[in-house]
């Protein structure tokens, strides 16, 4: 445990891990770290996540893809992920929608996102590699 001199939360490094991490995790290029801080006020446990893997647009046609979607493998419905292009530093910020399915075309993805998403940060191809920041409430 370390007290961070610029606030007032506590932080925590993780060592046991409550969410189950899917295999794309052991992928090389991919990673996942996690603290947690304590909010001063509220007193409410933060899980303050990054990732760094492959990123993917989506194709399907159910989601309106002029919006800041995603799919992720374990991030809940609902939250905000920052994402950055780690090939020209570019960001978006993307809500979750939905679960990303473990199929054979995301095993070595971590994310699909919208086109809309994925213009904005300038991806070039339809897959690229990305850096993924998000809490999560505990």
Not at 15 to 38: A, F, H, L, Q
Not at 43 to 54: D, F, N, R, S
Not at 121 to 135: M, N, P, R, V
Request: proline letters at 5%; zero cysteines; hydrophobic letters at 35%.
């Amino acid at each position: 445990v370390k007290a961070d001199s610029h606030q007032t939360s506590m932080v925590i490094s993780r060592n046991d891990d409550r969410t189950e991490v899917p295999p794309v995790y052991s992928n090389p290029g991919t990673s996942r770290t996690s603290v947690i801080e304590k909010d001063p006020k509220s007193g409410a446990e933060v899980e303050k996540i990054t990732e760094i893997g492959g990123a993917a647009w989506l194709t399907e046609a159910d989601l309106n893809q002029s919006k800041f979607y995603a799919l992720h493998r374990t991030a809940p419905v609902g939250t905000i992920i920052k994402l950055t292009n780690r090939m020209n530093n570019n960001s978006v910020f993307v809500k979750v929608v939905g679960p990303l399915p473990d199929t054979g075309d995301n095993n070595s993805i971590i994310i699909k996102i919208t086109q809309a998403a994925a213009q904005r940060i300038g991806a070039l191809d339809q897959k690229f590699t990305a850096e993924l920041s998000y809490g999560i409430t505990r």
